[in-house]
């Protein structure tokens, strides 16, 4: 069984320095598979915050600008399509050192652990499932899958479509029950895998800097270019990647001209976004790689002061890592099964804010805090998750929002041909609406 190194972790954790310093650190050539949805998309460069060319130099990645985002379905690439892919790499550099590395928990878990998974519809099959769908509305639909099959009817939560559809799409495939497909994962690789986990206190604080940054990078710039030249469609895998979608909603649905207001509602959306996929990342690998992966806090790392603290920091880090790819499968299976690997999700888990939130609570219903300093301790819990930095400055705000009008010109003639609010709607609920040609 082929081995490798895998690395998973939160938005804005630095998989991506880790992985390439590791890559010093191995034996032999090595090479980086990215397991990054949204990095796997040429010309997402800013909202994806890929590896720069000079990292790319560094040693050779694979599966970054893989895929172009005007070609193809919101379903074009999955995480079978990423297993697929991934595995012919591996299998191709048999004797070279690998770490694949991302945080897209679906594109690891079905890589590193085979499933029994259905198999994959065709673009057409999920337009007829659906076309039917409609057709007979939720009850019909419903009671039709539990005909077929009652397991998977029961899994079901109300008005989940997406769900119900592709139950129905694997039927039509397969000709076999959904349920049939659910056996303990077994592992396809001799895998040494870490979590990266920071604080949540932290997290919050990079991602709202980060999200500023990407914004004056030119985020919004880099998505009206795309889809003025037709490079970006609606509904396809790339308009929904976290980031982007918020971008693109925005610039369909902003009143113009926008005012700073108008503006700072967005960033919280944006950071909000940001925040929220990061969270389920965690979670996501709470449920999935807690007894699998070894689960290390970067908290210090992200505490470091000056560039020569970050590279000792990052540097003791990767030797932890190093010592882990070494181990024997027996004595790292142990290691990921002891009770203090699961307890450093706690760090991330700590709900410093909701916390201070129920106790200003608590107090005010006893009468120990009045309603005045109850709203002032309320605004400053909130103005503390969303905390401003370059956007403090009026200058900086005020130019931001200028470009934005300015852009918002740019697209207006899209903004009146496409019927944005009637493709939400309808997309919240079913995969295929067409897609959308700007």
């Known amino acids: 069984m082929q081995k490798v190194l895998t690395i998973f972790g939160p938005t804005a954790s630095n998989k991506t320095v880790l992985s390439l310093h590791l890559a010093k650190l191995l034996p032999g050539p090595t090479e980086i598979i990215s397991a990054d949805s949204v990095q796997i998309y040429k010309h997402l460069d800013i909202g994806s915050n890929k590896p720069t060319q000079e990292q790319l130099q560094q040693a050779k990645h694979h599966l970054v600008s893989y895929i172009d985002p005007s070609e ?20 191709s550099n048999q004797n070279k050192s690998n770490i694949i590395v991302g945080g897209c928990g679906y594109y690891l878990q079905h890589l590193l652990f085979d499933y029994n998974s259905p198999p994959e519809g065709s673009l057409e099959t999920r337009i007829s499932v659906e076309a039917k769908l409609r057709k007979e509305g939720w009850e019909t639909s419903v009671k039709r899958l539990e005909r077929i099959d009652p397991e998977a009817a029961r899994s079901l939560t109300k008005f989940n479509y997406r769900r119900l559809a592709r139950f129905l799409e694997i039927y039509a495939i397969s000709n076999r029950k959904p349920s049939d497909f659910k056996k303990e994962p077994t592992k396809r690789y001799d895998f040494r895998g870490v979590t990266l986990i920071p604080s949540m206190t932290q997290l919050n604080d990079i991602i709202s800097k980060r999200c500023e940054k990407m914004i004056e990078s030119g985020l919004f710039e880099e998505v009206v270019n795309l889809i003025t030249e037709n490079k970006l469609k609606l509904n396809t895998g790339a308009s929904k990647a976290i ?7 925005f610039l369909f649905t902003a ?58 920091e990052l540097h003791s880090i990767a030797n932890n890592v190093l010592h ?17 690997n699961s307890q450093v999700f706690d760090l991330f888990l700590e709900k410093q804010h909701i916390n201070e939130m129920k106790q200003a609570k608590r107090l005010f219903h006893k009468k120990e805090l ?15 998750i969303h905390s401003l930095f370059l956007y ?47």
């Open 243 to 249: 980031g982007y979608n918020d971008v693109i909603d």
């Open 72 to 91: 193809g379905h919101i379903n074009s690439y999955s995480a079978i399509n990423f297993r697929n892919d991934a595995s012919a790499i591996l299998k």
């Open 370 to 384: 009045s309603r005045n300093d109850f709203k002032h301790k309320t605004q400053q819990i909130q103005s503390s």
């Open 255 to 312: 009143k113009y001209p926008v005012m700073p207001m108008d503006f700072l509602k967005f960033l919280v959306t944006f950071k909000s976004s940001n925040r929220r996929y990061a969270s389920d990342q965690i979670n996501f690998a709470r449920r999935f790689f807690g007894t699998s992966f070894l689960n290390v806090s970067v908290e210090t790392l992200l505490n470091a002061q000056n560039a020569s603290q970050f590279e000792q």
């Open 392 to 438: 403090r400055d009026d200058y900086v705000l005020n130019e931001r929002v200028d470009k934005l009008n300015a852009l918002l010109r740019r697209v207006s003639p899209l903004r009146e041909t496409v019927n944005y609010s009637k493709f939400v709607a309808e997309s919240k609920n079913f995969v295929t609406p067409s897609v959308v040609q700007l």
């Open 324 to 340: 882990l790819y070494n181990m024997s499968m027996e004595e790292y299976e142990y290691r990921v099964s002891q009770p203090e």
